[in-house]
């Protein structure tokens, strides 16, 4: 079965750069159609879609924040990076990494991370 | 950028009663809308996918319906399992948006 899982730092301060590495088992990057993203959401508030990575490396940002995110995948050791520069208290979040499946639905979700942002 | 409209943004329901929640797309979005059920402290689960499909081992009082751009999840005889939050998302194009969430309070 599809599992994914999110690693890395709990806390970060004010304009440094967040790196979050998702591992996954269950698929290969390498199928037709298949994409890791990513989706935050802040305490208590909505979901918000960052980045996805798709089987054949094309990338998508969300608009707001393209200036800020990377996305890089690591096929042979089905990782998938993302990167998010100049963090800020307003980017505490839980960050999820998700699959995306040929049809393009997103249907599973790893456990999720929560991010903090202070000094 | 779609925007989806979900509403209401909370709800109170008593267990044994049927519970609607919409979500308006702000452009033709063709089924592609899925649901998903969040419980505090964890991820959420998809319930249904192309507005009407249920994901398997979903029950079967969860169900979608809807075209274009209005979408309604609907819960018959809400059990005590189903207190949570539900979010819409539609997955038409990139960038990938959300609904602003309902959240279902117990009576």
């Known amino acids: 079965q599809i599992t994914l899982k999110e690693s890395g730092p709990t806390l970060v301060k004010p304009t440094q750069t967040l790196t979050l590495t998702c591992t996954f088992s269950?698929?290969?990057?390498?199928?037709?159609?298949?994409?890791v993203g990513w989706i935050r959401q802040p305490p208590g508030k909505a979901l918000e879609w960052l980045a996805l990575?798709?089987?054949?490396?094309?990338?998508r940002y969300s608009p707001s924040l393209k200036s800020r995110l990377t996305i890089t995948k690591d096929t042979s050791k089905n990782l998938v990076v993302l990167t998010m520069t100049n963090m800020d208290p307003v980017d505490t979040a839980t960050y999820y990494c998700?699959?995306?499946?040929?049809?393009?639905?997103?249907?599973?979700w790893g456990q999720g991370t929560l991010v903090t942002v202070s000094s | 950028d779609i925007q989806m409209t979900q509403s209401p943004s909370s709800l109170s329901a008593s267990v044994g009663d049927r519970v609607t929640i919409t979500c308006r797309a702000s452009q033709g979005i063709s089924n592609s809308l899925a649901w998903y059920q969040q419980k505090p402290g964890k991820a959420p689960k998809l319930l249904l996918y192309a507005a009407s499909s249920l994901e398997s081992g979903v029950p079967s009082r969860f169900s979608g319906s809807g075209s274009g751009t209005d979408y309604t999840l609907t819960i018959s005889n809400l059990q005590p399992e189903d207190f949570a939050a539900y979010w819409c998302q539609q997955y038409y194009s990139t960038p990938l948006t959300f609904g602003g969430g309902t959240k279902v309070e117990i009576k």
């Open positions: 998700v699959h995306r499946a040929a049809t393009a639905l997103i249907d599973y």
């Open positions: 269950g698929f290969s990057l390498s199928t037709n159609g298949a994409g």
């Open positions: 990575i798709y089987w054949d490396d094309v990338k």
